[in-house]
């Protein structure tokens, strides 16, 4: 499975950002598909996910659902993380992930840059 990122940007806080991920390749083996942010010096952390049946999604935090929404187009195994009044702490590499069912992600994108000026 192969993963590429695209939407990264600068903005300033409080504008939005769309990150959007298309997997090629081996695309049938996957169940989910999520983003996670690394942070300068800091280790990488889950975001959210979404399942590519159901549409479920999981967020790292539920105060996260207020400023970003995880979706998906099934046909083009395409997720999007939609980036709301974003804050100087959003700042990071996002990556978009990959997991089969009842697996850890284990396929990784190259990751996008996000940078949120205060």
């Known amino acids: 499975v192969q993963l590429v990122e695209s939407g990264g940007g600068r903005v300033q806080a409080g504008d939005s950002l769309r990150l959007s991920c298309s997997a090629s390749?081996?695309?049938?083996?996957?169940?989910?598909l999520g983003w996670f942010r690394q942070a300068p010096g800091k280790k990488r952390v889950f975001v959210a996910s979404?399942?590519?049946?159901?549409?479920?999604?999981?967020y790292a935090e539920e105060s996260l659902k207020e400023r970003f929404t995880v979706s998906r187009v099934n046909a083009q195994y395409t997720v999007h993380l939609q980036m709301n009044s974003l804050k100087p702490d959003d700042t990071g590499v996002y990556y978009c992930?990959?997991?089969?069912?009842?697996?850890?992600?284990?396929?990784w994108g190259q990751g996008t840059q996000v940078t949120v000026l205060s």
């Open positions: 992930a990959a997991a089969a069912v009842s697996a850890d992600f284990d396929s």
């Open positions: 390749g081996y695309t049938v083996v996957i169940h989910r």
């Open positions: 979404i399942t590519m049946d159901e549409g479920r999604t999981v």
